[in-house]
């Protein structure tokens, strides 16, 4: 079984930084790409950034500039560096695992997510 264990969410002023970690846990062989995702009161949930297994990063356009997506693939980790933060970022952040290798085959994981507020 594998799990993803986030940290690093709370309230922050305008203009602060935060940093979210995200740990997968389980017997895993590999993983393709880490990612996070956000999920405001009342929207959809949104895509963030992702990051290959090979290091290939893509970011939501809102984010680009502010965010920095990083994975330490040994420690099957995905960490999201989020700075210069805005109101319009408050939101519950989600980790995302995409196809997981592990004994009993090749599948997805989401993470319990981790609130985010950004307010004075």
């Known amino acids: 079984q594998v799990q993803l264990v986030e940290s690093g969410g709370g309230l922050v002023q305008p203009g602060g930084s935060l940093r979210l970690s995200c740990a997968a846990s389980g017997t895993i062989f590999s993983i393709n790409a880490m990612g996070w995702y956000r999920q405001a009161p009342g929207k959809q949930r949104e895509l963030v950034a992702t990051i290959t297994s090979g290091g290939s990063r893509n970011y939501a356009d809102s984010v680009k500039g502010r965010f920095t997506i990083s994975r330490d693939n040994a420690k099957n980790t995905v960490y999201l560096q989020m700075n210069s933060l805005k109101p319009e970022d408050t939101a519950v952040y989600y980790c995302?695992?995409?196809?997981?290798?592990?004994?009993?085959?090749?599948?997805?994981?989401w993470g319990q997510g981790t609130r985010v507020t950004v307010s004075s």
């Open positions: 995302n695992a995409d196809r997981v290798y592990t004994i009993v085959g090749t599948s997805d994981y």
